[in-house]
């Protein structure tokens, strides 16, 4: 009874920590006007730095001159000016310090490092607190027990820049500010320093041994659906090692659970499961609808390593646009046309723009959303996909560029090949004979796709060999699935799967 007294009082202070900024969100009025203010914010701060004097940041008045005087951009324009901070000069992107470069997945080259300031991190916390106000304000029972926040295992050495920047976060509550980051260790079910494991079965016995410890589990924040599924996996598979740990009287319980695959009753309290739940995300968030059905499964809104774009409140289809984070623009796939927050259309699809305080401006980041609904003012949107050629089952973040440079690397350039997704791993369908050995382990030079593979999210890449005419199989396909013969050209990435009943050949690699 201690516990959950404890568990009240903590979660309570940080409602109403997060309180003040669930206003601030809550109460705007007009939209226009508080995405300009947030624009002029960001200049304002960062008319002196070097990209700053480059777009004559001071010479700006309107929202009509900065999109006339600054491009459109995509992470290849930043190179020059990270390799730049990387080097430990300041001044570059922002006036402010970076404070650490955070990877993600990139298109031409493996990895992205996105700059990080604190000015960033506090517009991160300008969506999550009021995403966090809520749940814990909506949803009867949350604030009596603890929460198990997805914790990145540290898999590789911590890594610095030639300038002693660091790089990459060491755990996800980073997002939560330092106060935040110090209460919640009091109330996570798995403890922050697992995220210092870099074996990775190491990091799957003593995340599921906390949490199988954990009764009192009543909210869990995940990425990926499917990392919960294999949390669960491994605690079949491994019980004989788990249960010896943990106490008679909870052996017991966690014993008759899992011989009757009740998993749900592991944690009996279990009020909310927060993850992707859209686009691939989706049948997995489904599965975990199914196996834990006493659960409010809420799909997060979108999140990218580069900015915090929406999140969702109880109950309502679709996410709120972060309007106090970034600065947004929206690039309309009807009509190529760009719109700001306050000219979105319902039902219409458009692909993000965001300005940070980061260092970012009209920054691409290739994301889909639809306009699902409005509540109020407020436009509701859900992820769809990526605009460019990615393929994104588990996080990984595969770019059709990536996947071409890679292959050129190993010497596979002139005859066919295609990488496609299947269940839980990418096939390469592939006619040369000489095939190198080594495709998966260059690509996992991609942060993100290694990343799934340490934790077992993706297979190990399969290889499958054609036998047959592979070009005209592939166009035939294409107008079976409702492509115009003329539209149809050979792709080294197709987001579809179900390739290896189409193509004539047989797997030379798949191990299961």
Same mark, same amino acid.
């Given at each position: 009874?201690?516990?959950?007294?404890?568990?009240? +009082?903590?979660?309570?202070?940080?409602?109403?920590?997060?309180?003040?900024?669930?206003?601030?969100?809550?109460?705007?009025?007009?939209?226009?006007?508080?995405?300009?203010?947030?624009? @002029?914010?960001?200049? !304002?701060?960062?008319?002196?730095?070097?990209?700053?004097?480059?777009?004559?940041?001071?010479?700006?008045?309107?929202?009509?001159?900065?999109?006339?005087?600054?491009?459109?951009?995509?992470?290849?324009?930043?190179?020059?000016?990270?390799?730049?901070?990387?080097?430990?000069?300041?001044?570059?992107?922002?006036?402010?310090?970076?404070?650490?470069?955070?990877?993600?997945?990139?298109? !031409?080259?493996?990895?992205?490092?996105?700059?990080?300031?604190?000015?960033?991190?506090?517009?991160?916390?300008?969506?999550?607190?009021?995403?966090?106000?809520?749940?814990?304000?909506?949803?009867?029972?949350?604030?009596?027990?603890?929460?198990?926040?997805?914790?990145?295992?540290?898999?590789?050495?911590?890594?610095?820049?030639?300038?002693?920047?660091?790089?990459?976060?060491?755990?996800?509550?980073?997002?939560?500010?330092?106060?935040?980051?110090?209460?919640?260790?009091?109330?996570? %079910?798995?403890?922050? $320093?697992?995220?210092?494991?870099?074996?990775?079965?190491?990091?799957?016995?003593?995340?599921?041994?906390?949490?199988?410890?954990?009764?009192?589990?009543?909210?869990?924040?995940?990425?990926?659906?499917?990392?919960?599924?294999?949390?669960?996996?491994?605690?079949?598979?491994?019980?004989?090692?788990?249960?010896?740990?943990?106490?008679?009287?909870?052996?017991?319980?966690?014993?008759?659970?899992?011989?009757?695959?009740?998993?749900?009753? +592991?944690?009996?309290?279990? $009020?909310?499961?927060?993850?992707?739940?859209?686009?691939? %995300?989706?049948?997995?968030?489904?599965?975990?609808?199914?196996?834990?059905?006493?659960?409010?499964?809420?799909?997060?809104?979108?999140?990218?390593?580069?900015?915090?774009?929406?999140?969702?409140?109880?109950?309502?289809?679709?996410?709120?646009?972060?309007?106090?984070?970034?600065?947004?623009?929206?690039?309309?796939?009807?009509?190529?046309?760009?719109?700001?927050?306050?000219?979105?259309?319902?039902?219409?699809?458009?692909?993000?723009?965001?300005?940070?305080?980061?260092?970012?401006?009209?920054?691409?980041?290739?994301?889909?959303?639809?306009?699902?609904?409005?509540?109020?003012?407020?436009?509701?949107?859900? @992820?769809?996909?990526?605009?460019?050629?990615?393929?994104?089952?588990?996080?990984?973040?595969?770019?059709?560029? @990536?996947?071409?440079?890679?292959?050129?690397?190993?010497?596979?350039?002139?005859?066919?090949?295609?990488? %496609?997704?299947?269940?839980?791993?990418?096939?390469?369908?592939?006619?040369?004979?000489?095939?190198?050995?080594?495709?998966?382990?260059?690509?996992?030079?991609?942060?993100?796709?290694?990343?799934?593979?340490?934790?077992?999210?993706?297979?190990?890449?399969?290889? @499958?060999?054609?036998?047959?005419?592979?070009?005209?199989?592939?166009?035939?396909?294409?107008?079976?699935?409702?492509?115009?013969?003329?539209?149809?050209?050979?792709?080294?990435?197709?987001?579809?799967?179900?390739?290896?009943?189409?193509? $004539?050949?047989?797997?030379?690699?798949?191990?299961?």
């Amino acid at each position: 009874m201690f516990e959950r007294i404890n568990c009240y +009082l903590i979660n309570s202070l940080g409602r109403l920590m997060y309180k003040n900024e669930y206003k601030k969100f809550i109460k705007i009025k007009d939209i226009e006007k508080q995405q300009a203010k947030k624009l @002029f914010d960001i200049l !304002t701060k960062n008319k002196s730095c070097t990209y700053g004097s480059k777009y004559d940041f001071d010479k700006i008045k309107s929202t009509d001159e900065y999109q006339h005087l600054v491009p459109l951009t995509t992470y290849e324009d930043y190179i020059p000016f990270i390799e730049r901070i990387k080097n430990g000069e300041k001044n570059i992107l922002t006036k402010e310090d970076v404070l650490i470069l955070e990877p993600t997945g990139g298109s !031409t080259s493996a990895t992205k490092l996105i700059p990080y300031t604190k000015s960033l991190k506090v517009e991160f916390q300008k969506g999550l607190k009021p995403w966090v106000y809520d749940l814990y304000s909506q949803n009867r029972g949350l604030n009596w027990g603890k929460s198990y926040w997805s914790i990145t295992p540290a898999t590789t050495q911590k890594k610095y820049t030639k300038g002693g920047l660091p790089i990459g976060f060491e755990e996800d509550s980073e997002y939560l500010g330092d106060l935040g980051k110090r209460l919640m260790q009091y109330i996570f %079910a798995v403890p922050a $320093k697992i995220a210092q494991e870099k074996n990775i079965d190491h990091f799957y016995y003593k995340t599921a041994l906390c949490l199988l410890k954990c009764k009192n589990l009543t909210f869990i924040s995940i990425w990926n659906p499917t990392l919960l599924i294999l949390l669960i996996d491994y605690i079949k598979k491994n019980s004989e090692r788990l249960l010896p740990e943990i106490t008679n009287k909870r052996r017991s319980e966690i014993k008759k659970c899992l011989h009757d695959e009740t998993y749900y009753k +592991l944690w009996p309290h279990l $009020k909310v499961i927060s993850c992707w739940g859209d686009a691939h %995300a989706y049948g997995y968030a489904e599965k975990l609808k199914v196996l834990f059905p006493h659960a409010y499964i809420q799909p997060k809104g979108l999140l990218a390593t580069e900015g915090f774009i929406s999140f969702p409140f109880t109950n309502e289809e679709g996410a709120r646009l972060s309007l106090n984070s970034h600065f947004f623009e929206f690039i309309s796939t009807s009509d190529n046309k760009i719109y700001l927050a306050h000219e979105l259309t319902k039902s219409e699809e458009y692909e993000v723009v965001i300005t940070t305080s980061g260092g970012l401006y009209r920054y691409k980041l290739n994301d889909l959303i639809k306009v699902t609904d409005f509540q109020g003012i407020y436009p509701l949107i859900e @992820f769809m996909g990526k605009r460019d050629k990615v393929c994104d089952l588990f996080g990984e973040k595969l770019h059709e560029n @990536f996947i071409k440079n890679t292959m050129d690397s190993l010497g596979v350039c002139n005859d066919f090949y295609m990488f %496609a997704p299947e269940k839980d791993r990418y096939v390469l369908y592939i006619q040369i004979n000489k095939i190198p050995q080594n495709i998966d382990v260059a690509l996992r030079k991609n942060f993100h796709y290694d990343y799934c593979r340490k934790l077992g999210q993706l297979k190990e890449l399969a290889i @499958f060999r054609l036998m047959g005419d592979p070009l005209t199989e592939y166009i035939n396909e294409c107008v079976k699935r409702g492509q115009k013969l003329g539209d149809i050209k050979p792709s080294v990435l197709h987001l579809q799967s179900g390739w290896d009943k189409v193509f $004539k050949g047989k797997y030379i690699m798949k191990n299961d």
